[in-house]
T-cell receptor, first 110, second 114 residues
Framework: EDQVTQSPEALRLQEGESSSLNCSYTVSGLRGLFWYRQDPGKGPEFLFTLYSAGEEKEKERLKATLTKKESFLHITAPKPEDSATYLCAVQADNFNKFYFGSGTKLNVKP | DAGVIQSPRHEVTEMGQEVTLRCKPISGHDYLFWYRQTMMRGLELLIYFNNNVPIDDSGMPEDRFSAKMPNASFSTLKIQPSEPRDSAVYFC????????????FGSGTRLTVV
């Protein structure tokens, strides 16, 4: 069964304390893995797309990596404005098979 | 570009009433998606359109839900009759050539059915 699991559900960090969020997946025929950021009361905001194992993408303090079974979103020296829920999604064989994880709620304290 | 525009932002209605949610996608985008987000189930794809044609509506929970896209700049999601369990945030998203997930989401409509 295709599924996407994110961990931890919630993460509290001090400003400057680096950490990683995990997204593990089991899908048939991965076509892409996507990371989104969602702020309260807003829609998800697209961050990255990863297509193949070994691929990495970076944006400011965020770096996403992909293996054959999971993806990590590394946050380096986070700031309070990085506080948000981070969602992972995978696209399987068919376009309509697009699964979102339940998200990791990140809280960065000053 | 103003992004994906949804209206209304909030909707409170009584059980049994008809509810219509509206979406204006980004100009030039050829895919449009309707999602529902709840605490229990997260983000769920309800239906998506390509070039105004519904492609897959297998995520629509019941016949009470219907969606239309009469033209490239407008789509509606209708619930008739509404029930308390329909309470959720409904998002519309659009993309160009599918883009496999690189969607632009609207700000959502928070629906409360009492």
């Amino acid at each position: 069964e295709d599924q996407v699991t994110q961990s931890p559900e919630a993460l509290r960090l001090q400003e400057g304390e680096s950490s990683s969020l995990n997204c593990s997946y089991t899908v048939s025929g991965l076509r892409g893995l996507f990371w989104y950021r969602q702020d309260p009361g807003k829609g998800p905001e697209f961050l990255f797309t990863l297509y193949s194992a070994g691929e990495e993408k970076e944006k400011e303090r965020l770096k996403a990596t992909l293996t054959k079974k999971e993806s990590f979103l590394h946050i380096t020296a986070p700031k309070p404005e990085d506080s948000a829920t981070y969602l992972c999604a995978v696209q399987a064989d068919n376009f309509n098979k697009f699964y979102f994880g339940s998200g990791t709620k990140l809280n960065v304290k000053p | 570009d103003a992004g994906v525009i949804q209206s209304p932002r909030h909707e409170v209605t009584e059980m049994g009433q008809e509810v219509t949610l509206r979406c204006k996608p980004i100009s030039g985008h050829d895919y449009l998606f309707w999602y529902r987000q709840t605490m229990m189930r997260g983000l769920e794809l309800l239906i998506y359109f390509n070039n105004n044609v519904p492609i897959d509506d297998s995520g629509m929970p019941e016949d009470r839900f219907s969606a239309k896209m009469p033209n490239a700049s407008f789509s509606t999601l209708k619930i008739q009759p509404s029930e308390p369990r329909d309470s959720a945030v409904y998002f519309c998203a659009s993309s160009f050539r599918g883009l496999g997930g690189g969607y632009t989401f609207g700000s959502g409509t928070r629906l409360t059915v009492v």
